[in-house]
């Protein structure tokens, strides 16, 4: 099985509102809450892993807000070293050429989605 480092290709992010694309290949939903005004039918959600998104008191504390985003990485980081969802990703990107992890939140930088790409590819935080 890849191991992080070796799957620095396979893992891309990208919203859920965009249009699914081909080179998408196997989509994955990385955000505990399914978004707003996107039906289950057409999402093109291959699976949604509600569980390793952040915890339910770290998505509140950080409610999106920017001044908030280094602390909600360090600690997000923290709970994504003990989470088995993180397993599961690398099953797939075993078993994918491409794992698209899809998120919901406006801000294309600074979101969790992000944050678990860079811990996924070993990236330090920041």
């Given at each position: 099985m890849?191991?992080?480092?070796?799957?620095?290709?396979?893992?891309?992010?990208?919203?859920?509102?965009?249009?699914?694309?081909i080179d998408?290949?196997?989509?994955?939903?990385?955000?505990?809450?399914?978004?707003?005004?996107?039906?289950?039918?057409?999402?093109?959600?291959?699976?949604?892993?509600?569980d390793v998104a952040p915890s339910k008191e770290l998505r509140k504390e950080f409610n999106h807000r920017p001044e908030r985003f280094a602390d909600f990485s360090a600690r997000y980081r923290l709970e994504l070293d003990s989470n088995p969802a993180v397993e599961?990703?690398?099953?797939?990107?075993?078993?994918h050429s491409r794992v698209t992890l899809l998120y919901a939140a406006r801000n294309t930088e600074e979101n969790d989605a992000r944050v678990l790409l860079d811990y996924l590819l070993g990236r330090p935080p920041g």
């Open positions: 890849r191991r992080m480092g070796d799957i620095q290709g396979t893992f891309r992010v990208k919203r859920i509102y965009e249009q699914p694309a998408d290949g196997f989509r994955v939903l990385v955000d505990r809450l399914w978004p707003r005004g996107v039906p289950k039918e057409s999402a093109a959600v291959d699976l949604w892993l509600k599961t990703l690398l099953v797939l990107a075993a078993r």
